[in-house]
């Protein structure tokens, strides 16, 4: 009998990928179960990146007490960078797990899974030589929607002062182009139109001539394959011919999530952003120069260790100079074994206090920006039925959430669409005749 698999994704874009090549991996063994009192076995696969994320795995697995206890047949694992970060720990916190596997060893999850459940748990928390997407099992030729995400590049040698990824991920590693190229046209002929192209540091990448916009451009050759979009980009490896492509590479979209984290230099400094306020307003205006329209995304960081009421002021005058689409935004959370969770901190209260009026003027700035659409004409690729009936709702190419009725319009069709309203998460529309 094949038995059933409940997996729960935390965290960034690139754990939804890895948890659907978990799936997969294990696929022969389990079908998957939006359940977690039908399943055999639960994963959790985990996010590290700030302490309120890394203990919601622990509440999670609380809940899952009265479930193994009346089955104790079920395996639960943990995978993910709070299993990469912690390893044996979370078995000797939560004695029920009976599997942890990190990040870059998920090719092993069906010999971990058939370990696991025996007395002693099974962890893997390597970081093999081996590469993990070589080594699994191919996604069955299965139908999919009309978006997909695919990992092109991980792990980051950064060291931002702040940041758990380099050690929960490891070091920067791209896969060859051919085997992105490949999984791409597999996709697209499974009825994917648009892919995001994934990498901690993805715009690093450099396994195809040219970095990722020679990337970017074999890609767009690609029939059938109408919109190509990356994340998430460190502006120092924000290079020409990347710009240059936001100008001329049509499928590549006009949304850019460039990460800054404060406009104080000296705090930029202090975080290892190896960059100054200054650099990155001029990279904007390059960007801006290539694609007018583009719309920009951001992260921030308040309450960062030594931040002055001056560092958080310059970071509100970077804001205003931007102008912002989307973002997000975050409490400084010091996080084990990274260089700033060692200085003195900023108090809690004053966090709070900045992060309200840093969230003011970029939730203003978010409207502002959707309200802009309103009696523009954008494309949008239809996704899913959206509540009202006749109603289809997708993505504009600025991501924007579209509804528009649309009765006829199938999944996976892009269609002109005039914007006429805004609301507070998406926008209203009507089909371009
Ligand atoms: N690779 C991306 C970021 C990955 S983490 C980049 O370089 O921009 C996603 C976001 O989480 C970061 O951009 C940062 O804003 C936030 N973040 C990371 N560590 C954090 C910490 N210790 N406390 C608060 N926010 C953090
Ligand atoms: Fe973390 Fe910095 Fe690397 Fe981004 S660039 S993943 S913030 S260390
Ligand atoms: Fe979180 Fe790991 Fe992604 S720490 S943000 S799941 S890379």
Do not use: W
């Not at 994963?43 to 509440?59: D, G, W």
């Not at 939560?94 to 999850?109: A, I, K, T």
């Not at 309450?303 to 912002?324: I, K, Q, R």
């Not at 409207?367 to 993505?395: C, D, I, T």
């Amino acid at each position: 009998m094949v038995k059933k698999l409940y997996i729960k994704t935390y965290g960034c874009q690139m754990n939804v990928y890895d948890s659907e090549r978990m799936a997969e991996a294990l696929g022969d063994r389990y079908e998957p179960t939006d359940r977690p009192d039908d399943a055999d076995m639960i994963l959790l696969n985990t996010c590290h990146i700030r302490e309120k994320a890394a203990e919601k795995v622990y509440s999670e697995l609380g809940r899952f007490k009265g479930l193994k206890a009346a089955k104790p047949d079920l395996k639960i694992g943990v995978a993910g960078c709070v299993a990469q970060a912690e390893g044996a720990e979370i078995v000797r916190r939560q004695p029920m797990v009976d599997l942890v596997v990190g990040p870059q060893s998920y090719h092993r999850l069906p010999e971990l899974e058939a370990r696991a459940g025996a007395k002693t748990p099974a962890i893997d928390t390597d970081f093999p030589e081996e590469d993990k997407f070589a080594h699994l099992a191919r996604r069955p030729k299965a139908a999919r929607g009309p978006t997909a995400f695919l990992t092109v590049q991980e792990g980051c040698d950064k060291f931002c002062a702040f940041c758990v990824v380099p050690y929960t991920r490891g070091a920067e590693v791209s896969r060859p182009a051919e085997t992105v190229l490949a999984e791409a046209r597999d996709l697209v002929e499974r009825g994917v139109r648009e892919i995001t192209l994934l990498g901690q540091n993805v715009n690093a990448y450099h396994g195809h001539e040219g970095g990722l916009a020679g990337l970017i451009r074999a890609l767009a050759g690609i029939d059938g394959l109408a919109r190509i979009r990356f994340t998430t980009s460190h502006p120092n490896d924000m290079d020409e011919a990347l710009i240059a492509a936001h100008g001329d590479c049509e499928k590549l979209m006009p949304y850019l999530h460039l990460p800054v984290q404060s406009g104080s230099d000296r705090i930029l400094k202090a975080m290892n952003r190896k960059h100054r306020a200054e650099e990155y307003l001029r990279l904007v205006e390059r960007l801006r120069a290539a694609r007018p329209d583009l719309l920009l995304s951001g992260d921030f960081i308040v309450g960062f260790p030594g931040e002055t009421e001056a560092d958080f002021a310059d970071t509100m005058a970077l804001v205003e100079a931007v102008g912002y689409g989307q973002s997000y935004s975050f409490k400084y959370s010091p996080r084990p074994g990274t260089p700033a969770a060692e200085r003195e901190q900023v108090d809690e209260d004053v966090k709070d206090e900045r992060l309200q009026r840093l969230q003011a003027l970029l939730n203003r700035q978010q409207e502002a920006a959707q309200a802009a659409m309103v009696g523009r004409e954008v494309s949008v690729l239809f996704e899913k039925p959206g509540r009202l009936p006749g109603q289809m709702g997708g993505k504009s190419e600025y991501l924007h959430a579209v509804h528009v009725h649309a009765p006829g319009v199938a999944r996976g069709e892009i269609r002109r669409v005039r914007i006429t309203e805004s609301a507070s998460h998406s926008l209203g529309g009507v089909l371009v005749p």
